[in-house]
């Protein structure tokens, strides 16, 4: 092949060379490596931002940034006196729905009483009932024989039914008093269940109170602080800036990221060694062994094409200078050793 230049045709040499490998397959094989460098940073094992869950002015702030605060610790305290006067109010609901318990159990007593005050004059009215039949009796017979006259019958006979009509209301005054035994035993029931309610809500609005005291979820280092007294805070302000952060740092996380090609390579239980970081003492894990890969990720990310590696790393406390070994946020270099 020529092409013109100079008014001459000067030769091109093209070399091209084709391998045919008919039905095999070829593999290439990345290079063997023994260890592989990485950036390594260092992150606090748990972090939280801790924000108001009641609306309230900030009262008090008890502690501030570099603190050391237990779990449980109180951090910062609101003030919100209408949940304090809640918690008032359902006190007295309590209060009052025992006494009204108590009053129904007395309704109870006194319901059973005339309950059996009714049954005692019907037991009264039955025997004086069995008099009167047997007077009747008595004096039908006399009448038959001549003995007395009639009109002794008829008044028997109307003692009688004197007796009928009183035991007819003695038998509505049982019915009647065993209703209202009923009926009191079912605002006893009502005032149970009322007593139930009012310590159901007590118990809610003395939670809700409690949340005016904002606590450390666990053990750690105060590490920000946006708030000041007299600040009105609300749970409104999700998406604001926290009142307070709250980092665990006895033990670090140091997050690694591993090139998709180098991945595969490393595993849990892979020896690390640091260097770049200005700290007295050698890194340690948290049970006092060398540095190992602690967990992996297991999948690439989809923008970066890199694999989350993470070791544990023990964080010493100096009680002297109170300061610690690593500083959140640290940054140096990793070897892994990957083995072959």
Do not use: C, W
């Amino acid at each position: 092949m020529s092409s013109p230049m100079n008014g001459r045709f000067t030769p091109y040499v093209i070399l091209a060379a084709t391998v045919l490998l008919a039905g095999s397959t070829v593999q290439v094989a990345a290079q063997d490596k023994s260890e592989i460098s990485l950036p390594i940073t260092l992150q606090a094992d748990q972090r939280t931002e801790l924000r108001a869950r009641v609306e309230g002015y900030v009262e008090t702030i008890h502690v501030d940034i570099g603190d050391r605060v237990i779990e449980g610790q109180v951090l910062v305290t609101l003030d919100a006196p209408e949940l304090e006067a809640d918690v008032r109010r359902r006190q007295q609901m309590v209060k009052q729905a025992q006494a009204n318990l108590g009053v129904a159990r007395g309704a109870v007593a006194t319901a059973e009483a005339k309950l059996k005050q009714a049954e005692s004059a019907r037991q009264e009215q039955k025997a004086l009932k069995q008099l009167r039949v047997t007077e009747r009796e008595r004096y039908s017979r006399l009448v038959g024989g001549g003995a007395v006259q009639g009109s002794k019958l008829e008044e028997a006979e109307f003692a009688v039914m004197a007796v009928d009509a009183a035991v007819a209301k003695i038998e509505a005054d049982v019915a009647a008093a065993k209703a209202n035994v009923s009926a009191a035993k079912n605002e006893v029931e009502f005032a149970a269940s009322g007593i139930e309610v009012a310590e159901a809500e007590l118990t809610h609005a003395q939670t809700q109170d409690a949340l005016r005291e904002i606590r450390a979820p666990f053990a750690g280092l105060v590490t920000g602080r946006t708030v000041d007294p007299g600040r009105l805070v609300s749970p409104g302000n999700m998406m604001g800036s926290p009142l307070m952060v709250i980092e665990k740092i006895d033990v670090l996380r140091g997050v690694m990221t591993v090139p998709a090609e180098e991945a595969a390579l490393v595993g849990v239980g892979n020896t690390v060694q640091l260097s770049g970081f200005k700290v007295a003492g050698e890194p340690k894990s948290p049970d006092g062994g060398s540095l190992k890969v602690s967990r992996i990720s297991q999948s690439l990310d989809m923008k970066t094409r890199t694999m989350r590696v993470e070791i544990d790393l023990q964080n010493g406390y100096n009680e002297t200078d109170g300061r610690y070994q690593f500083l959140i946020g640290q940054y140096g270099s990793a070897t892994v050793s990957v083995g072959k």
